[in-house]
């Protein structure tokens, strides 16, 4: 099969390895050469880590190497059957591509988004064919992240959809379909994770370690929210909850945060710049205050816990309420797109019902703020005493 990606930065050049690991040939698309020789060099010191870890052989590297292609030409994409991009998250850019790109490949190739949350609707009305357009998401760093989102625009065909999900499972991934919705899945759930968080700061409750601290000991994320936050860089994060936000029409459970606006107005933008929440040292390590306080035997961190997670399940069981995906997608997406310890739908399950209702009424209660509310589903599952699962 014949794959073309575009954009040779970190996630196009991911893609393109996934794809050619798979046995397809593959022609990575950029406008500028500087970027495709740093792509090809990149990969080669990935592959080389690979082969000192056991993990592929010589054979293999050439073999994976010598499926993929290094292009300056979009026409050079003309024999695809499939097309990825991977290129800056704006609209009118990703149009104007595409309407290109349609005039040199042929009527039955696929042509893909890897957006994590702008509209495919749109994009696919921008090509004479909208119904061969579809969203196929990746996550960073695509080789070992599991999951890809694929989200099927209203004009996307059957054939279209279904193909394209035979071609990510063939990739040796899984495959959770989404509703064209802002966000998608993860980047929709997942809102809370840091939005809770940072509102827990801005009441004063505690500080960020002592919330990263309380996630991780009590909940066992990988990463605190702040951490994460970090990790990811202020300015996108802040961005990406921002997009959603106005989506959504400005719904209050997704508004954004000050403290997370005027970070990134001042460039503490996490480990790429050296200071964020967290100061970090010249291995990109954080610096933890001595203030830092533990968290994982005390109230305290037990509360931040249940009022980050109970948020998280409310967001996943409104997805499940309003047929973003099912629910075996949603919590496939958490755990194997973000790295969640479990599933958020199970999660609900194990706490219990009744256990999610009466902490958002107590958060409602409290607040007054429509943010709180309860999703229809928890509250009707609760009243017939069922399960989400």
């Keep these: 099969m014949n794959i073309g990606i575009i954009g040779s930065g970190t996630m196009g050049s991911g893609i393109a390895q996934v794809a050619a690991t798979a046995g397809c040939k593959v022609k990575l698309y950029d406008t500028n050469k500087t970027a495709l020789n740093k792509a090809k060099d990149t990969l080669e010191k990935i592959l080389l880590r690979l082969i000192e870890k056991g993990r592929i052989d010589t054979e293999e590297?050439?073999?994976?190497?010598?499926?993929?292609?290094?292009?300056?030409?979009?026409?050079?994409?003309?024999?695809?059957?499939?097309?990825?991009?991977?290129?800056?998250?704006?609209?009118?850019?990703?149009?104007?591509?595409?309407?290109?790109?349609?005039?040199?490949?042929?009527?039955?190739?696929?042509?893909?988004?890897?957006?994590?949350?702008?509209?495919?609707?749109?994009?696919?009305?921008?090509?004479?064919?909208?119904?061969?357009?579809?969203?196929?998401?990746?996550?960073?760093?695509?080789?070992?992240?599991?999951?890809?989102?694929?989200?099927?625009?209203?004009?996307?065909?059957?054939?279209?959809?279904?193909k394209s999900i035979q071609v990510i499972s063939d990739w040796k991934k899984v495959v959770a379909v989404a509703k064209d919705t802002p966000g998608f899945i993860v980047n929709r759930v997942a809102r809370p994770f840091y939005g809770e968080a940072l509102r827990i700061y801005e009441e004063g409750i505690a500080d960020f370690a002592t919330i990263d601290d309380a996630m991780k000991s009590i909940g066992k994320f990988r990463m605190g929210p702040f951490e994460l936050m970090d990790f990811i860089g202020n300015d996108v994060n802040y961005i990406v909850t921002e997009t959603v936000f106005t989506a959504f029409y400005f719904d209050p459970r997704y508004k954004p945060a000050f403290t997370q606006k005027r970070f990134a107005e001042a460039g503490y933008l996490g480990r790429k710049s050296g200071k964020g929440y967290y100061d970090y040292d010249e291995n990109g390590r954080i610096v933890i205050p001595s203030k830092a306080k533990e968290s994982h035997d005390n109230e305290l961190g037990q509360k931040i816990f249940d009022r980050v997670l109970v948020m998280l399940i409310n967001e996943a069981a409104d997805a499940l309420f309003l047929n973003i995906a099912s629910a075996e997608d949603i919590d496939n997406a958490m755990t194997k797109g973000v790295n969640y310890p479990k599933g958020l739908l199970a999660w609900a399950d194990e706490k219990g019902i009744d256990w999610c209702v009466s902490k958002l009424d107590e958060l409602y209660n409290e607040y007054h703020e429509d943010r709180y509310r309860c999703s229809p589903l928890l509250r009707k599952l609760n009243r017939e005493d069922k399960t989400l699962f």
Excluded: W
Excluded at 97 to 110: A, N, P, Q
């Design 61 to 162: 590297k050439n073999r994976i190497q010598g499926n993929i292609s290094y292009v300056d030409s979009l026409k050079d994409l003309s024999d695809s059957n499939l097309t990825i991009e991977a290129i800056i998250e704006d609209l009118s850019i990703k149009k104007k591509l595409f309407i290109e790109l349609e005039s040199y490949v042929t009527d039955d190739c696929i042509i893909a988004s890897n957006t994590s949350s702008l509209s495919i609707a749109s994009i696919a009305s921008s090509l004479n064919k909208p119904e061969r357009c579809v969203g196929i998401h990746f996550f960073n760093p695509a080789p070992l992240m599991k999951l890809v989102e694929v989200i099927p625009a209203i004009q996307t065909s059957s054939e279209v959809l279904e």
